[in-house]
């Protein structure tokens, strides 16, 4: 079954606790992305990548920092979180770097409080 | 700033009645997608519409496109209360590296 799998799904943390979101397909695609969403602001993007060591900033990079050392794999890090970074994240994924229109898939998301 | 955003931010109907969620965007696009959330669950892609296309359909999905105005519907004909979800359109721009910009969503609710 074509998956996004992220973990953990539910986290409680504190404020400048390093921790980080996997995140895992198994699809072989080539495009993986990190979102957040929160209430009024819909989907923002995080970061993401085209293909393995290929990263970019997305709309709000600031606090985040992303690897892509495997096709497979796209972990969220965040080096010290703050309160400002509670939300619900999820990563997606979708086969090729174009704008063609292929399918995005999304994880079930990771609920994120940073207290 | 958001690209698209959807209209009206919640939307409550009876069950059987049409739903109709509308999307309007800034910038040329490559195609424009609608996707489904249930609540604090993953986005589920429901149907894409290239540029080149005027209206699509998918069961009891029905979207159309219009490019002069930069708008896109999304129609549910016979809405059941298991469609009670937010609904998010998405554009990939033109010349784009493949990101999709989200809209802050329509919440439906259908009432049984």
């Known amino acids: 079954e074509a998956q996004v799998t992220q973990n953990p799904r539910y986290l409680i943390t504190v404020t400048g606790k390093k921790l980080t979101v996997t995140c895992s397909q198994n699809?072989?695609?080539?495009?993986m992305s990190w979102y957040r969403q929160d209430p009024g602001l819909g989907l923002r993007q995080i970061y993401y990548?085209?293909?393995?060591?290929?990263?970019d900033k997305g709309d709000v990079p600031e606090g985040y920092k992303v690897s892509r050392k495997e096709k497979r794999n796209f972990p969220l890090i965040l080096e010290s979180p703050s309160p400002n970074q509670t939300s619900l994240y999820f990563c997606?994924?979708?086969?090729?770097?174009?704008?063609?229109?292929?399918?995005?898939?999304f994880g079930e998301g990771s609920w994120l409080t940073v207290v | 700033s958001q690209q698209g955003e959807e209209d009206p931010q919640a939307l409550s109907i009876q069950e059987g009645e049409n739903a109709t969620m509308n999307c309007s965007y800034k910038?040329?696009?490559?195609?424009l997608q609608w996707y489904r959330q249930n609540s604090g669950r993953g986005l589920v892609h429901l149907i894409l519409?290239?540029?080149?296309?005027r209206e699509k359909h998918s069961g009891r999905l029905r979207v159309t496109l219009d490019t002069s105005k930069k708008s896109s519907s999304l129609l549910i004909t016979a809405s059941r209360a298991a469609d009670t979800a937010s609904y998010f359109c998405?554009?990939?721009?033109?010349?784009?590296?493949?990101?999709?910009?989200f809209g802050q969503g329509t919440t439906l609710q259908v009432k049984p």
């Open positions: 997606a994924s979708r086969r090729g770097g174009d704008s063609s229109g292929n399918t995005i898939y």
């Open positions: 699809m072989n695609h080539e495009y």
């Open positions: 990548s085209m293909n393995v060591e290929v990263t």
């Open positions: 910038t040329s696009i490559n195609n």
């Open positions: 519409i290239r540029s080149n296309e």
């Open positions: 998405a554009t990939a721009r033109s010349g784009n590296t493949g990101k999709l910009i």
